[in-house]
């Protein structure tokens, strides 16, 4: 009896140890490395083959979708990444998961550099939190089907779930376009995903690109939660997708 009384102590002890230094892990100011392909930390290694060579015209009109921004039901509400998963923090916001949390951000931040470097760029957020039917016309999915089908760039963007959970950061392209040159750049920055990726995903299927970011994990997720660095993060991330649609484009 007494044995299992200390035994319960000292997985207690261990668990406030674990929690105070995951706590501490998260808020301690460090100094930010703007090192791109650190902070996305590693990209997938699927085997994929497929090239980007068509041309695009230089005003091609480029939509950018936040991941699960329609679907914060029970299912697909995208990954709650490891800060709140594995280290008990709570999510950044009460309503959506971290990972639509940070999808928004950088929507808003890709859409606003992307205008002022000269881009026909826009973006859709459908506002309604959790729409069931994936083809009602309000959906990521629908606007973004309707887009590439009048010949724009639509492409949603996503992080990748934390551990073994995820794969990394790449592009997968449409399921049937041809790649074009904008695929192949952000291919480069971010690496790429084979087209049939789990047999072909809800958004290629629609000709809608999708982007992992990258897995939403250690030096990555610290330099978002972090208030001190976030901005910066969110800038570079940014700042290399625009780039990439430049060089795509010219
Ligand atoms: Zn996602």
Redesign the pocket.
Known sequence: MGNKVSNTLKLIVFFLIFYAFSQLYYTRNFNFIEDFELIIGEASNIPATWVGSKDVDKNIPILILA??ADSQGLAGA??PGEAVDRFGLNPMHPEISD?LFWNLKLQESIVKLGKKKGLNIRSYDPGIRNIDDPNDPRTNWSVGRRFAKRGGYAIEI???AYGKYGIGSGLIPPFSDPPNKIDESIARTFGRFPVSFRGGLGAPRRQIRILEIGKLEGLLEKNLRNLKTRQKTINLLANEIVQAFLNGII
């Open positions: 991941g699960h995208g990954t990972e996503h992080f990748d």
